[in-house]
């Protein structure tokens, strides 16, 4: 990705642009990763849970956040057709200990469309926000204004939309995404597919992969590893190498931490997009 690596010529423009919005993560207290760090199960922060009491324009929601003093981006996860918190259970705990508050979300219905979900994403990150600000909760003070969101399915096609729509959000994960008729030429914050190779409900040749060429004004990284429709969800794919991508992407581009960059984008990165039994296609806007 074009200011990915620190050493490039565009990187003081990014950062600039980036540390705008969010405090470097070395405010945070949170070490230099390292291969095996970003790929163990849990980060370097300890967590708890919360449990929303009232979700407002959303099913449910349950918050996993970092434990240490310190204000940190949001994350809202957002499950797919008939899917659950289950979904992307794993993801939370792992972003939360390298430092985000996560909000893992239940819809209204089973069934609500890509564009629902993106709704339902943007006002679950209205209520964490909101959260961050109240008194006499867990949350007060743990959210510094920042917010990303992950989907799956058609979770990941509502994180498409509240991409498009909603400036607050700042960096998606789209994991498998569906959306049967969208168009996101015009998203231009970074965004990161996930796909599965032998995906028979959201190939990414049929959407991520037409939607990362339109975006043009975007930093884009594009990752299909093997696997069906399942292979982001939660006991599917592999989750070492899943969460080293997500939690680097994370903390890059809401965080400004370009510790992780490595990851992404320069020798840390080559040994998995070389691995064709682990990759078996790697795009990206790196130099």
């Not at 370097?44 to 956040?65: C, E, F």
């Not at 498409?160 to 909603?166: F, Y």
Request: proline share 9%; hydrophobic share 40%.
């Amino acid at each position: 990705m074009t200011a990915l690596i620190a050493l490039a010529t565009t990187i003081g423009m990014a950062l600039t642009l980036l540390t705008a919005t969010a405090a470097p993560a070395t405010a945070a207290g949170i070490p230099s990763p390292t291969t095996a760090s970003l790929e163990a199960a849990d980060g370097p922060l300890a967590t708890a849970a919360y449990t929303v009491p009232r979700p407002s324009g959303y099913g449910s929601g349950t918050v996993t956040y970092p434990k240490a003093r310190g204000s940190y981006p949001g994350v809202v996860l957002m499950p797919g057709y008939q899917g659950t918190q289950e979904n992307l259970r794993w993801l939370a705990p792992r972003l939360a200990s390298w430092g985000f508050v996560v909000i893992n979300v239940g819809t209204n219905t089973l069934t609500d469309d890509p564009e629902s979900r993106g709704r339902q994403i943007r006002a679950a990150g209205t209520q964490l926000l909101a959260l961050g600000k109240a008194p006499r909760n867990p949350l007060s003070g743990k959210l510094n204004g920042t917010l990303g969101a992950a989907g799956h399915s058609m979770g990941g096609g509502g994180v498409m939309a509240a991409l498009r729509d909603d400036p607050r959000f700042r960096a998606g994960v789209p994991t498998a995404p569906y959306h049967p008729k969208g168009n996101f030429s015009s998203v231009t914050e970074p965004t990161f597919f996930l796909t599965c190779q032998s995906d028979p409900v959201a190939h990414g040749d049929t959407f991520a992969v037409p939607w990362y060429n339109s975006m043009s004004g975007a930093e884009k990284l594009y990752i299909e590893v093997p696997g069906d429709h399942l292979c982001p969800m939660t006991g599917y794919g592999a989750k070492a190498k899943q969460g080293k991508w997500i939690v680097s992407f994370f903390s890059l581009w809401l965080r400004a931490d370009t510790r992780f960059s490595p990851f992404l984008c320069g020798p840390a990165r080559d040994a998995d997009k070389n691995d064709t039994s682990l990759v078996t296609r790697w795009m990206d806007t790196c130099p």
